[in-house]
């Protein structure tokens, strides 16, 4: 939630004592777990914000949401006992690019795609990893985001084999004049990764072009 806050640095601090008024104010849509169809029953419901949500009883949320209603109620009091995990071997290095204007023209879009995979070979190297599978991530100005995978015969970090699957993946989907505000590549099922534990980050990581 707090890396979600401040794009595209992703820095907020939320003090143990500044929780509950965090969990409050923010909307439904935000929490982790809720989902769209998730988040349309609760609008139904009355369910907004984290304050609606902390206003209702644990039995009318069991009620409307099954088991998972007991997880709902003690979000909404910014309440979670799992166990954290911080150290987990990385899954996957990629990066994405969010442009402060869309993308209309093809030639810049997979001129912006080069770009990406450039920094997805370097960040491969910097792991001492290879990867197998690559993800192409669209996102477009409506906001509707689409993504597209093929797993390769081989482990790679080679920047040619990056860019020609990654252009594959997008030649193959249909653009109908609609221009783009997001693009990401990503490679997974990653070999020889440093016996180091790194942090796990999400699928692609975020850089914004003005």
Known sequence: ????????????????????????GLAIEKFHGIGEVTAAKMHSLGIHTGADLKGRSLAELTRHFGKVGHHYYKIA???DDRIVEPNRVRKSVGAETSFAVNLSDRHQMLYELEQI????????????TRGRTLTLKIK??????????KTLTDYTRDLETIIATATKLFEAVE??????RLLGIAL???ENAKQTPLIQLPLFEYIEKY
Do not use: H, W
Not at 1 to 24: C, H, R, W, Y
Not at 117 to 128: D, G, K, P, S, Y
Not at 175 to 180: F, M, V
């Open 117 to 128: 995979a450039q920094i997805v070979q370097q960040r491969l190297e910097q792991n001492t």
């Open 1 to 24: 939630m707090a890396s979600g806050q401040n794009k595209p640095n992703g820095l907020t601090v939320i003090l143990p004592e500044d929780a509950i008024a965090f969990v409050e």
């Open 188 to 190: 997974s099922s990653l």
């Open 140 to 149: 477009f100005s409506d906001y509707q985001q689409i993504t597209r995978s």
């Open 175 to 180: 653009l109908e004049n609609r221009s783009i």
């Open 77 to 79: 009091r910014a309440e």
